[in-house]
């Protein structure tokens, strides 16, 4: 049974940090692309940070590119996601999933319940 767990959300204020963790199991990280996505009130849900099997490749969306930071422990089977410099429009819940394409199961996709990020002016 696959499970997404992500946490490390809260409120802050611009220009502050935080590090979000997602625990993964029934997929194994070390053998999987991974990606952290997000989704801000009223708008898509939209791909920010993708770490990659050798763990030294990632690719992060411009909006987000110097300021985050994607990273994976496969001993503990969890991806994280380092946010630095955090902006107003980084608000959103995020969540972690397979790449390229989430996990899904009889072609729905499955996601975890996310973890809010909410960032204060």
């Known amino acids: 049974q696959v499970q997404l767990v992500e946490s490390g959300g809260g409120l802050v204020q611009a220009g502050g940090s935080l590090r979000l963790s997602c625990a993964v199991s029934?997929?194994?990280?070390?053998?999987?692309?991974m990606n952290w996505y997000r989704q801000a009130p009223g708008k898509q849900r939209e791909l920010v940070a993708t770490?990659?099997?050798?763990?030294?490749?990632?690719n992060y969306a411009d909006s987000v590119k110097g300021r985050f930071t994607i990273s994976r422990d496969n001993r503990k089977n969890t991806v994280y996601l380092q946010m630095d410099s955090l902006k107003p429009e980084d608000t959103a819940v995020y969540y972690c999933n397979k790449a390229p394409r989430p996990f899904s199961v009889n072609g729905i996709d499955y996601w975890g319940k996310g973890t809010l990020v909410t960032v204060s002016s």
């Open positions: 029934g997929i194994i990280v070390s053998i999987n692309d």
């Open positions: 770490t990659y099997i050798s763990g030294y490749s990632t």
